[in-house]
């Protein structure tokens, strides 16, 4: 069929006529294209006309000016720039004829309004602009306002003139601030997640000024709570969770050590862009001391691990390919506010986002290990550990023999790795094991012993000594794998494609994880040397093809030793049997002279060594090749494409300004791209995230999502003002304390009849879930405030069923901790901060519901926890000296506590009036005056709390 | 293991303003429409019925409700609805077929079914001695022979049964349900699970409301002692009473000063949530039910999970009366602890089937009798079926490659099997459908195009049925 035919009857030609019927006209209503027209592609064309060339139809795209005016095939053009009647697309879309018409199959037609957009936007030149969130940030030129002297700053100037745009004819009043009380308690739960108290109510009423306010600002944010409050934003966007859901729900180790990293970080203001570096390659980095750890920065690199897992899958390598994927949409979402996990199978529909570049990040995941680390909690640690090495290492070099390399039958057997550089390319946690070819060991009474040479050992300095190795990866290519080892109480693990959960259980993968037990009693734990050789056989028919690495632990008191590893095609191979050692050992004697000096700087180190607290354990992110993953086609595990380098995005190479070596797994490299100042995603994705804490909209309001689906920012000025802000240095508590100095944060709640393009001021706001429950400890006087350690294990109802349920509850009241401490276990989610929306621990969440449905009022009228905190408030009111205090009095502390503002006098008559009530209510005709009048009291006022947290002036902020 | 793709992105939406963004802007913007809870109607009672996505069906609907009777574990095919005399043949002997992978990898001898099948009705489907009261029923049964799964994993394969995803935080099929076509009934949720004792493996994630509004998600309800978490009130309604008065006193000054949509919202969703409280139990009573109706479920059966499972399904009968469109039923706590028979497969699925046959069939009954089936669809399925050879000697590890599930009521042709296993019941080789198959043609039968029925996350359009789903078309009457 031919298209220009179709162009003289179309109804386009209406708007079309209307368009060009005068150009003043049109070039009056210039349209923009970002807000008007891409719009309408992404939604109706793109899918079939996008980015995604095997989806693409007709060979036609219509996301970039190069595509959408080329000439196709059919000799016709979908776009002819300044000529709208030329155009096929319009006729397309305008086509009478639903078989003719685009988009195809009965889709609803694209609109006449949207149709006349398109034709004014292709008669005045169609030029397209790059999507806002791919493009460079610039730095704005500051907006000129009328109300000037409503503004506090420049972040005031650009939020004025979205308002004074969109209301040319008349005149917008800024909005009017909010009263000193509500602005107490708005800040106190956005800076502190908890309610003021009645002294900073009341000193702050007296004296409402600009500096008492940043002084109280200042304050919060230098509180341990601020780092509990934005700690679980943070976590939030994290999935962060401390079990796997499944079948059984296993715990995930030490999860909440994350928690107190996270908490910490941000208490302590870590510069934006060494926190982000740190969750992707904190092990990578030069060490940060903190939380009495020498080096906090690993604890961040949990984050790449705190999604679910499945036990014993029958598909490893699909197993570990989905894990994956929900690491890479975490890093999509939470690093550049994109849907990269989106182009799994397939380039994406509607951003210029390729497979390729989820496959770069995927790479970057498939090559990162999940370890149970050691962290040294004494930062002497490393550096005793590495003299007694160079000690042994001296007197080694002293002795003058070279280790021999030894003979293997390569027909029947293959060596994947023979330690015999004493494992340089094995990665270590802890300090037993090291990367020496020496050949001497330290006895433990500090005498000198011969040692194997090459081997990878944790005995060769101290045997008490904890830690693990793993070896790089390798694919299996033989049915049989073997480990020549000796040792004791220790562990050896074969983990194939980074699926690690047959620790907790079995099944398929049964006995890939193996104690080494300790030999018969006429080996002395105290001689290592003397340990005869074993061969551990390991059958791995099912996994050839796949990628494996070995692992050593010794976290138990034995220790281990790793000659070699090998592959062969039958389950015993003579020449594994017959391996000997390198006889270096039994030829010698230890008849060189040895300088005292040296072994005695070995026994200083290795002793003081001994005397420093021992490491932690924590889940921490580890390299462990370097291999570019291929696109896996259509999503496939089994099906590959090209090969994807790793950490090279395509959307970060324009952006970035400088190439970064690739070590590794990349994500070394990642992190450096990610975090550049010049690259705009995290910046960006960071400046509205704030933005959206502290005014319950962000200033793209969908702060997971800047693709061409989510919602274009309301001002992407003072977007970029902000990230350039991050970009250049500044920390997250300057940027926060800035917003919050501003007018703007001032401004009553309230709504306007402006259009979605100016700003809003703040609206009425729920409290979080986290907040309400905080906010009902501390009114109750029971809030334990005390900071960190593990979770409070979470409170099982009836209702909560089902495999891996913990053996028993925790308490009700969540042991009077504050939310952030709750544990989060994904099979076993707590109802209140459920039916209060916490976020689902599944992907990131930048914006939570704010939802309101009758489960919440159920659960503050009815939950036990509800009723236990006001029983608690109840009787911290009428106990001890608190019964002498007058009805009114403490009527005007609950106001205060609940509410942040006194009593008025209508509301303190009906408080009263309540009392009385409930005390005729509770009169008990068998017990004398003053039990009744205590136990009225005490019901009376419990009564009365809980009208208060039921009130909606307790869960809402003005 | 199929080798197919499993995670796409989704459908691509042809509307630029979709429902929900309309909705949204309706209510001002403010995630006023992101729900966490229980119950399925929204409080902002929105002059535009905000709590369904569908302003109307896509089709004439043939169900108004959905009873999903899921049988935790895998019920294996060739011992229930999937007859294989020629098992008998191999019983014992190596099995001929190559075996792919199963989860336990101790594969054993063919084992032939310990149960004689039974032709029933008018129609002489064929159906085990497992279920005698089922196989009375067998006229309204659809039998699909040829189900597959992509898992071996129990949760893999529940998630995926429920949300049509493999991993956990996607919509379950009974909150997309809720989602597009709410509750028909102001005080009572969408979508219901009658929770028997036995939270599936996978846990509450099979009942999450995932993405869409958090209000979608499965209210768990049990079948006794308290229903529903917090419905019941801790004090006296006197008391109750009086601090209701000065909470509204307190709530209408502060809406007045506030002024904001999202308070006075508040407000009525806590006055719908004292009604609830009288709702709930009324629903959850089943004092009322004539004594033939208790006898005929098993209310007095000997088997205390019989009696479980009759108060479950009765349950599931009262919700779909109200007006609930989805209704969950989980199995109770039998001793083979649900149908997962890796061992001792002739005990463990006798006790299964003990528990839930004549329930099922008194459901069944009791549904046409108040002419409540042909508006009901009935689903029956497990996550996955069970190998034809033997786990160790007289168990089944899991069969994701073929297995049986059946529906009735609702629109679908009784009487009939679709789609067929090989010989020895081991792969679907005959019409093989998937598990979203399973969910278009549930949603069809609901007057739902699976396709058209979306909900945009992080940037895609999601659906119940990924980019997958074809009709069981010999299902649909």
Same mark, same amino acid.
């Given at each position: ?140 030129? $500051? ?107 296993? &715990? ?76 890479? &949409? ?224 010794? &976290? ?74 291929? $696109? ?252 002498? $205090? ?73 | ?366 549904? =046409? ?64 459908? =998937? ?43």
């Amino acid at each position: 069929m031919s298209f220009a035919s179709h162009l003289l009857c179309v109804g386009l030609a209406a708007s079309s006529a209307n368009a060009s019927s005068s150009s003043a006209a049109v070039a009056a209503a210039r349209v923009d294209f970002a807000r008007e027209v891409r719009p309408v592609l992404v939604a109706r064309c793109f899918a079939c006309h996008g980015p995604d060339a095997d989806a693409r139809k007709a060979g036609l795209r219509l996301d970039t000016f190069e595509g959408a005016t080329a000439e196709l095939k059919s000799g016709i053009r979908a776009i002819v720039p300044g000529d709208a009647s030329a155009s096929a697309l319009l006729a397309r879309v305008a086509h009478a004829d639903s078989e003719e018409r685009m988009p195809p199959d009965g889709r609803e037609p694209v609109t006449p309004a949207e149709i006349a957009s398109i034709a004014r936007w292709i008669e005045s030149g169609a030029e397209y602009t790059a999507p806002w969130a791919f493009s460079p940030m610039t730095q704005p030129t $500051v907006p000129t306002v009328r109300g000037d002297a409503w503004c506090r700053s420049d972040i005031d100037r650009f939020v004025l003139a979205t308002q004074e745009a969109v209301s040319i004819t008349s005149t917008v009043a800024p909005p009017i601030d909010v009263d000193a009380t509500s602005l107490m308690r708005r800040a106190s739960f956005d800076l502190r997640g908890l309610p003021p108290s009645e002294a900073e109510i009341k000193a702050f009423a007296a004296d409402p000024s600009d500096a008492n306010f940043a002084a109280f600002v200042d304050r919060s944010l230098a509180s341990e709570a601020f780092g509990e409050r934005w700690g679980r934003h943070w976590l939030d966007l994290a999935r962060y969770a401390e079990t796997l859901a499944h079948e059984f729900d296993y &715990d995930i180790p030490s999860a909440w050590r994350y928690r107190e990293y996270v908490i910490d970080a941000l208490n302590r203001d870590v510069p934006p862009a060494r926190f982000v570096a740190e969750h992707l390659a904190g092990d990578l980095l030069e060490p940060r001391a903190s939380m009495g750890l020498a080096n906090a920065a690993p604890l961040a690199t949990a984050w790449w691990f705190l999604g679910p897992a499945t036990h014993a899958p029958v598909d490893v390598r699909q197993d570990e390919a989905d894990r994956i994927a929900g690491a890479v &949409d975490v890093v999509g979402r939470s690093l550049f506010g994109l849907s990269i996990a989106c182009a799994r199978c397939h380039d994406h529909k509607f951003d210029p986002i390729l497979a390729r570049d989820f496959y770069a990040l995927a790479g970057v995941a498939r090559n990162t290990r999940r370890v149970e680390g050691f962290i040294d909690t004494d930062a002497r640690a490393a550096t005793l550990a590495n003299d007694a090495r160079a000690a042994l290492n001296d007197a080694s070099i002293a002795l003058g023999v070279a280790p021999q390399p030894r003979a293997l039958d390569a027909s029947i057997v293959t060596r994947i790795d023979d330690a015999t550089d004493g494992g340089r390319a094995w990665s270590r946690a802890g300090h037993a094991f090291d990367a020496s070819t020496a050949l001497l060991a330290l006895n433990d009474d500090g005498s000198l012993a011969l040692a194997e040479s090459g081997t990878i050992d944790s005995a060769r300095l101290d045997a008490q000594l904890v830690g693990s190795a793993r070896s790089p990866a390798f694919p299996l290519t033989k049915r049989f794998l073997h480990l020549r080892v000796r040792g004791r109480e220790s562990w050896i693990r074969t983990i194939i494609d980074n699926y690690w959960l047959d620790d907790r259980n079995g099944l398929l993968f049964e006995g890939m994880r193996r104690e080494l037990p300790a030999p018969d009693a006429s080996y002395a734990a105290s001689d290592p040397r003397a340990y005869p050789w074993r061969i551990e056989t390991f059958d791995m028919q099912r996994f050839i093809g796949e990628r494996a690495y070995v692992e050593l632990i010794d &976290d138990r008191g034995g220790w281990i030793e790793l000659d070699a590893i090998m592959e062969s095609d039958e389950s015993t191979a003579s020449a594994v049997e017959t391996w000997d050692v390198d006889g270096i050992a039994s030829a010698l004697e230890l008849t060189t002279p040895l300088s005292e000096p040296i072994r005695l700087r070995a026994v200083g180190a290795r002793d003081a060594l001994r005397a420093c607290s021992p490491p932690i354990r924590a889940l921490v992110a580890e390299d462990s090749g370097a291999f570019d993953e291929p $696109v896996h086609m259509r999503g496939s595990s089994r099906n590959y494409g090209e090969l994807a380098p790793r950490a090279q995005l395509s959307i970060l190479s324009a952006a970035s300004t400088h190439a970064v070596a690739l070590d590794g797994s990349g994500r070394l490299a990642l992190a450096q791209t990610i975090t550049d100042p010049a690259t705009p995603y995290l910046w960006r994705t960071l400046a509205n995230r704030v933005w959206l804490k502290l005014f319950g909209r962000g200033i793209a309001e969908t702060p997971d999502d800047f693709g061409q689906l989510g919602a274009a920012p309301w001002s992407t000025e003072l977007l970029d003002h902000l990230a350039l802000k991050l970009a250049r240095g500044a920390t997250l508590k300057q940027l926060i304390r800035e917003v919050m100095l501003t007018r703007a944060y001032r401004s009553a709640a309230g709504s306007t009849e402006l259009p979605s393009s100016a700003w809003q001021p703040l609206p009425v706001r729920r409290l979080d879930a986290e907040s309400i429950r905080d906010a009902m400890l501390v009114a109750s006087g029971t809030l334990d405030a005390s900071a960190g350690g593990p979770s409070v294990p979470v409170h099982l109802s009836e209702h909560m069923q089902g495999r891996g349920r913990p053996g028993a509850s925790g308490p009700v009241d969540g042991a009077s901790r504050r939310s952030v401490y709750l544990e989060v276990r994904r099979n076993f989610l707590d109802p209140f901060m459920q039916a209060f929306d916490q976020p689902l621990p599944s992907t990131t969440c930048g914006r939570r519901h704010a939802s309101n449905v009758p489960a919440q009022s159920l659960a503050l009228l009815n939950s036990e926890l509800v009723h236990l905190l006001a029983a608690r408030w109840g009787e911290q009111l009428s106990s001890g000296a608190q019964r002498e $205090v007058s009805d009114d009095a403490r009527i005007d502390s609950m106001w205060y506590a609940a509410f942040a503002r006194a009593p008025r006098t209508d509301e303190r008559r009906e408080a009263r009036e309540f009392l009385t009530l409930e005390r005729g209510a509770t009169t008990d005709a068998t017990v004398d005056a003053t039990t009744n009048a205590s136990a009225q009291d005490s019901a009376a006022f419990t009564a009365l709390a809980h009208a208060l947290f039921c009130a909606k002036e307790f869960v809402f902020l003005r | 293991m199929t080798n197919e793709p499993r995670h796409h992105c989704g459908q691509f939406r042809d509307l630029a303003c979709s429902r929900r963004d309309m909705l949204r802007s309706v209510s001002g913007g403010f995630g006023m429409l992101a729900f966490a809870g229980l119950f399925g109607r929204n409080a902002l009672a929105s002059p535009i019925d905000a709590d369904r996505a569908l302003a109307s069906t896509h089709f004439k609907p043939r169900a108004r409700s959905v009873i999903f009777l899921y049988m935790d574990g895998g019920p294996a095919q060739m011992d229930t609805f999937d007859p294989k005399p020629r098992l008998v043949d191999y019983d014992g002997k190596p099995f001929p077929l190559v075996a792919a992978p199963t989860q336990f990898n101790n594969n054993g001898n063919t084992l032939a079914s310990p149960w004689k099948f039974r032709n029933y009705g008018q129609s002489g489907l064929p159906v085990s001695d497992l279920f005698p009261h089922v196989g009375a029923m067998a006229d309204e049964l659809c039998v699909v022979r040829s189900m597959t799964s992509d898992f071996s994993e129990h949760t893999n394969a529940n998630y995926f049964l429920h949300t049509g995803s493999g991993i956990p935080g996607r919509p379950s099929m009974g909150a997309w349900t809720s989602y597009g076509l709410g509750s028909e009934n102001d005080n009572l949720p969408g979508f219901v699970v009658v929770e028997g004792g036995l939270i599936p493996p996978g846990g509450l994630d099979c009942f999450s409301a995932g993405f869409v509004p958090a209000r979608h998600q499965g209210s768990i309800m049990r079948p006794t002692g308290e229903a529903i978490t917090d419905a019941t009130p801790r004090e006296s309604l006197e008391a109750q009473s009086r601090k209701r008065q000065l909470i509204a006193r307190l709530d209408s000054q502060f809406a007045h000063d506030a002024r904001a949509e999202a308070v006075d919202s508040a407000i009525k969703n806590h006055e719908l949530a004292y009604r609830m409280q009288s709702a709930v139990p009324e629903l959850a009573s089943l004092d009322g039910e004539s004594a033939e109706t208790k006898a005929l479920y098993g209310f007095d059966a000997p088997d205390p999970n019989t009696r479980t499972y009759a108060r479950e399904c009765c349950l599931a009968r009262r919700l779909v009366e109200r007006g609930v469109r989805f209704v969950e039923v989980t199995c109770p706590r039998t001793i083979g602890d649900r149908w997962d028979q890796h061992s001792d497969l002739k005990a463990g699925h006798e006790a299964n089937a003990r528990a839930v046959d004549q329930p099922i069939a008194a459901l069944l009954t009791d549904l =046409k009798r108040r002419g409540l089936l042909e508006s009901t669809l009935v689903v029956w399925s497990a996550e996955f079926g069970r190998t034809p050879f033997a786990q160790g000697t007289d168990g089944r590890d899991h069969n994701p490659f073929g297995f049986s599930m059946w529906m009735a009521g609702g629109g679908v042709r009784g009487g009939i099997a679709i789609g067929a296993t090989d010989e020895f019941g081991y792969r679907a080789v005959d019409k093989p459908y =998937k598990i979203h198959d399973l969910h278009a043609t549930m949603f069809h039968l609901l007057g739902v195009d699976h396709r058209r029925l979306t909900f945009r996350s992080g940037g895609r359009d999601m659906r119940l049925t990924d980019v997958h789903g074809e009709l069981i078309v010999d299902a649909i009457a």
